[in-house]
C-alpha cells in the first residue's frame, strides 16, 4: 500500500544558489604595482600641497582682533579688568576699545567667546522643552524632569524651562559713537540660522500685542486698560516702547500671574515682543560641541580703516568667575570657510607632505632594490628545503 506521506525537505543552512550569496559577482581586485602606488602618492601630495597653501592664505588674509575682558585674575594685571564681575547680573558698565592696524572689509563679525563652559555635556544639552520654545504652554513629566531643577520656583512655571535657556548669556555690547571714528551701525538681526526660526522657535500660545501709539506717554497705552467684561485687557506692567519701529506697544501673556517668561528673567536684553524668538537667545540655545566657542553677536557692514578705533559699551551680566571661565570679545573679517583657521589648511599641508614623503621612498626602494611583480620566489608556503623536500601540508 502505497503513503500518501509527504516528507518533508532535511533542513539545510546552505545559503541560496545566487551570485550574491554564493559570493559569484565580478569584482575588481586592483594589484598595488609599485609604480602605480607612487604615482598615486604623487598626485595625492600634487594636490592637498597647493590646496593648503591656498587655504592658509585665505586664512591669512582674514583679520582678526580679539579682548578678554573677564577671567581669571591672572590674566591681567594688578588693577584687574574693568569689566569683570564676580556676581550675576551685576550690571557693570565698561569699554572695550580696538586699535585697527590693518583694513578690514565689511562685513565685520562681532562674536563674544566663552572658554571653559561646556555646553555640550550631556545632562546640560538635554535640559529643554523643544515643544515649549515653539509655543505650547504643555509640558508632559518626561520634559519636565529634564528640566529640572529649573523648571519651577516654587508656584512659579519658567518659561522657558531648562539650563540652557537659564543660562543664556546676557551681556550687552554697543557701540560707543563719541569714542569711535565714523558713524558706524552694528546690525544684530539676521544673525540666526533662519531655519531655527522658523521651525524651532515661536512665541507663546495666546501672546497678544497692539501698537498704542507713537509714544507710550499716549492715554491709550495704559496696561490697567479693562475690557467689556471688567478683566484686565492686557498682562504688562507697563507697555513696551519699540526702538526700531518708534512704535509703543501693549502686550499681553497667557497665566502671566503664575509664569515667569524669558523676558522678566532677562529684562535688559529680551524684549516681551520678541521673547524665545531673540536672535541671540537663538544662538545661544544651538549648543556649542567644545568648551571653547564662539556665538555670532552682530555684523558691522563698514569697512574700518588702518588707525581707526572702535569702542564698544559693555553691560556685563554673565559671571564667569565660579567656574574658572573667560569671556573674549572678537571683531573679524570672513572668508569663503568663515573665520580664520590656520588647522584647515595645515591638515592639507600635512597630509600633502607625507604623501610626497612616501612617494620619494617607495621610489628610492623601487629604484635601489626594485622586486618582480609576483616572483614565485617569494612564495614561503610551497618552498623546498635544503635536502630537497617540501613542506608537508597538515
Not at 28 to 40: H, S
Not at 41 to 70: C, H, M
Not at 104 to 119: C, K, L, R, S
Amino acid at each position: 500500500m502505497k503513503s500518501n506521506s509527504i516528507i518533508e525537505p532535511t533542513p539545510t543552512r546552505e545559503p541560496e544558489d545566487t551570485d550574491v550569496r554564493q559570493q559569484r559577482v565580478k569584482a575588481w581586485n586592483p594589484i598595488l604595482d609599485p609604480v602605480y602606488v607612487i604615482l598615486g602618492f604623487l598626485g595625492i601630495g600634487a594636490l592637498f600641497i597647493p590646496t593648503g597653501w591656498k587655504l592658509r592664505q585665505i586664512s591669512d588674509n582674514v583679520k582678526e582682533y580679539g579682548l578678554q575682558y573677564d577671567g581669571p585674575d591672572e590674566d591681567f594685571d594688578d588693577d584687574g579688568s574693568p569689566c569683570a564681575i564676580g556676581v550675576a547680573n551685576e550690571g557693570r558698565k565698561c569699554q572695550i576699545s580696538f586699535n585697527v592696524t590693518e583694513e578690514m572689509e565689511a562685513p565685520i563679525m562681532v562674536y563674544y567667546e566663552i572658554e571653559n563652559f561646556h555646553q555640550n555635556h550631556r545632562i546640560y544639552s538635554v535640559s529643554r522643552d523643544s515643544a515649549q520654545l515653539l509655543g505650547s504652554l504643555k509640558q508632559d513629566r518626561r520634559i519636565a524632569k529634564l528640566c529640572d531643577p529649573l523648571n519651577k520656583l516654587g508656584d512659579v512655571i519658567i518659561n522657558p524651562c531648562g539650563l540652557i535657556a537659564n543660562t543664556f548669556f546676557n551681556d550687552v555690547f554697543k557701540i560707543d559713537l563719541e569714542y569711535t571714528n565714523g558713524n558706524i551701525e552694528m546690525i544684530e538681526d539676521g544673525i540666526a540660522w533662519q531655519s531655527d526660526l522658523e521651525y524651532k522657535f515661536n512665541q507663546v500660545d495666546g501672546y497678544q500685542e497692539k501698537i498704542c501709539g507713537d509714544t507710550c506717554d499716549d492715554e491709550a497705552c495704559d496696561c490697567d486698560i479693562v475690557d467689556d467684561d471688567g478683566k484686565g485687557a492686557w498682562s504688562c506692567k507697563e507697555p513696551w516702547f519699540d526702538e526700531k519701529e518708534n512704535k509703543c506697544y501693549l502686550f499681553s501673556y497667557p497665566n502671566d500671574e503664575n509664569t515667569q517668561y524669558l523676558y522678566e528673567t532677562y529684562p535688559d536684553t529680551i524684549s516681551p515682543r520678541e521673547g524665545v524668538t531673540n536672535e541671540h537667545f537663538v544662538n545661544w540655545m544651538r549648543i556649542a560641541s567644545m568648551p571653547k566657542f564662539r556665538k555670532l553677536y552682530g555684523v558691522i557692514n563698514t569697512d574700518l580703516r588702518v588707525n581707526d578705533k572702535l569702542t564698544f559699551d559693555v553691560t556685563a551680566n554673565w559671571e564667569v568667575q565660579s567656574f574658572k571661565g573667560k569671556k573674549t570679545l572678537v571683531i573679524t573679517t570672513a572668508s569663503p570657510f568663515g573665520g580664520r583657521n590656520i588647522q584647515f589648511g595645515n591638515s592639507f599641508l600635512g597630509v600633502g607632505s607625507i604623501c610626497v614623503i612616501a612617494a620619494a621612498f617607495f621610489a628610492l626602494k623601487h629604484l635601489i632594490k626594485p622586486r618582480r611583480l609576483a616572483d614565485k620566489k617569494f612564495l614561503k608556503y610551497n618552498r623546498e628545503d635544503s635536502n630537497g623536500n617540501r613542506p608537508k601540508m597538515e
